[in-house]
């Protein structure tokens, strides 16, 4: 029965966390544009997370060790060196996003200027990760953030044409308003809003918080190939909300207010509440996991100790990049910068950082030494290399597609 438990516990905080200010500002922007015709993005970046983070789930689960700390032992310190600064600079970018995006999320609720917010954002993400235990800060931001649910029941409600909507998104195509450029540069924004590094890093990093051993595979497996999907179905959602109410009005979404005007058309002041709760807990949610991964890279590439499940005093090093990290972000948000802003580079700027993060896990993933027969197969491998392609275009295409569609304006 405690076996069940944590399936259905890790299945639903899989859920909760997978969605964050990433997904909820782009997938509203494209749905408020393109409609659902980028919906198929959203399947192959879940597919590719999938993937990726079971790889990554089942090395720290067989090795007993983070990704990270065998990427360097595995591909030598420099390579490693060039994955960590790009890994950190995208963790603290992405931080900022989700930062910012707590405060936008407050202000909705409190009508205070987000600028006051920042600080005390921040502030609530380091006590937390000083002091909340690893387990309760993973599942109640996860649980809470289920109430985004209300996307999907705002769609339900708000009783669009299901049929053009399944067209949209069956037979994707550049909308006549639209460049071709520019639905390419969202393209690759939805991809990397659905394959952020951070997640990876993360996931490895709290199997072994947690303690995974072998037996633990079955279970990880579980919370990826129902959870992750499942928070797909919710970017997908939201996107038909905004292309449902906001497309035929011609509003692009600018900022988080808009984001959450179709559930609020549909469902009143109830869904109105419901919503802005789930997108503080999964915008805290992921400030959260940011925040720790920032420490999490650093100091498993250095050999420092870390972890939550040490004292702080024991891993003194981790807890400050953490603190840093978060220093850094306040201090980007409180020059007056949009965090709609920052999170639409943010995921850009995560598709660009894509290789760096992916090639390493699918060595690893393939060596005998630190996997013994729990190697990739050979299904594992052709997939892998199938998006290893995908990933390096994507990453590519993205600055010179930025450039030319004026970061899709």
Known sequence: MK??????????????????????VTNA???SRFGLSLAWVVVVGVLGICMFAEMSGRVAAVSGRATFEIIR???????????????????????????????????????????????????????????VKFSVLENVTGLLGLTLVVFAVALFLLGPPWEALAADALTPRVPAQEHVATY??????????AMTPYEVFFFSSGAVEEGWTVRDLGTA???VIIGFPFGGLLSIAIAGCA??????AGIEVTSLSQV???????????ALALVIVGIVAATFGAALETSLSSGYTVAQFFGWPWGKFRRPAEAARFHVVVI??????????MTGVDPVLVTEYSVVFSAIALPLTYLPILVIANDPEYMGEHVNGRLGNALGLVYLVVILVASLAAIPLMILTGAGA
Do not use: C, M
């Open 3 to 24: 076996r069940l438990f944590a399936v259905a516990l890790g299945i639903l905080t899989a859920i909760g966390g997978f969605l964050d200010i990433g997904d909820l």
């Open 29 to 31: 922007v494209v749905g």
């Open 73 to 131: 032992e595995r591909l030598g310190p420099r390579l490693a060196a060039g994955n960590l600064v790009a890994s950190f600079l995208i963790n603290v970018l992405t931080l900022t996003a989700e930062v910012g995006g707590i405060a936008l999320a407050l202000q909705l609720a409190s009508d205070v200027h987000p600028r006051l917010w920042i600080p005390v954002a921040a502030l609530a993400v380091w006590l937390v990760v000083w002091r």
């Open 184 to 193: 390419w540069y969202y393209a690759i924004a939805l991809f990397g809003a």
């Open 221 to 223: 497996r579980l919370n």
């Open 243 to 248: 292309a449902v109410v906001l497309l035929p």
């Open 260 to 270: 959450v005007a179709p559930v609020a058309q549909a469902g009143g002041k109830l």
């Open 324 to 333: 840093v990290a978060l220093i850094v972000g306040v201090g980007i948000l």
